[in-house]
């Protein structure tokens, strides 16, 4: 039965890393956004890149195993595959993708483990229920200070007037429908911080590897030292040595605090759900 680890959360919100960090395990290898990658694309998408990975854009962009995304020996003959396959359904597409990394794995190595795919905003395969498909779900949440100050961050620079308030809305409103959604979904889902994360690498992946009943790996904590992923589409930190080489945290909101997002944590049950999703880390993973 093949093993189908699903980071998802708000974009945004440390899911490269955290890909890139279990791939660099020797029983995982992450595959970035595939389910991206992998859906239909609509007409209005032609100029997106998903879409452009079927045509021109395969012989530019570069995937995270060193070669050029046509001449990878995971994603190429897949995406020359897909165009004339696009109707199958997304589970069927990955079913194939697991078929192209059987057939470039090492025979004297065994398969992987779990497969990682860390696509966002895909709430499709979370319930999928395929008797030849395990999945599991890591629900992946940024404190609501630090993504606000993120995301308004161009807004500032530009002046704007509450350049935090539709980044903190957007947080609240996505979150607690992910989290509705995932609690109601037929597969097991563990709840991580990207704080957790950052600050403590080391014993929340170790927290994560018990869950997925594998042994913890220090390579996890220098992704782009040791990473055997194949990521096409994912944040471009990826391919920046010097921000893949460990997991570090971003405290840039501590200097400069968002004033709508301290107010949105005035609400009750916006204090609640950030501190449930992003701090609750004993006893957050959810059996089926």
Excluded at 95 to 109: I, N, S, T, Y
Excluded at 113 to 134: G, T
């Amino acid at each position: 039965m093949t093993k189908l680890l699903l980071i998802r959360g708000l974009g945004h919100s440390g899911t490269t890393i955290l890909d890139l960090a279990l791939g660099a395990h020797p029983q995982m290898v992450g595959l970035g956004e595939a389910a991206r990658i992998l859906e239909r694309p609509a007409a209005a998408d032609g100029d997106r890149g998903p879409a452009r990975l079927r045509g021109e854009l395969r012989f530019e962009r570069r995937c995270t195993c060193g070669a050029v995304a046509a001449e990878c020996p995971v994603w190429g003959p897949l995406l020359e595959w897909l165009p004339a396959h696009d109707h199958w359904s997304l589970a069927a597409k990955m079913h194939r993708l697991f078929e192209g990394l059987e057939r470039v794995r090492d025979p004297q190595q065994a398969p992987p483990a779990w497969v990682v795919d860390s696509y966002q905003d895909d709430f499709i395969l979370p319930f999928v229920q395929d008797p030849k498909l395990e999945i599991r779900i890591v629900h992946l949440t940024r404190d609501v200070r630090s993504w606000v100050h993120s995301r308004a961050r161009r807004g500032r620079e530009q002046g704007r007037w509450l350049p935090g308030l539709r980044p903190a809305l957007r947080w609240c409103r996505t979150n607690a429908r992910h989290d509705r959604l995932l609690q109601r979904g037929p597969h097991s889902v563990l709840r991580v911080g990207y704080e957790e994360l950052a600050l403590e690498p080391e014993a929340t992946l170790k927290r994560l590897c018990r869950w997925l009943d594998l042994d913890f790996s220090e390579q996890m904590l220098q992704p782009g030292s040791f990473s055997q992923s194949h990521v096409l589409s994912g944040n471009r930190m990826r391919f920046d040595p010097e921000r893949s080489a460990a997991i570090r945290y971003d405290n840039a909101w501590m200097a400069r605090p968002s004033g709508v997002a301290e107010l949105a944590l005035g609400v009750p049950w916006v204090a609640e759900l950030n501190r449930r999703l992003v701090y609750s880390a004993v006893g957050s993973a959810r059996k089926r």
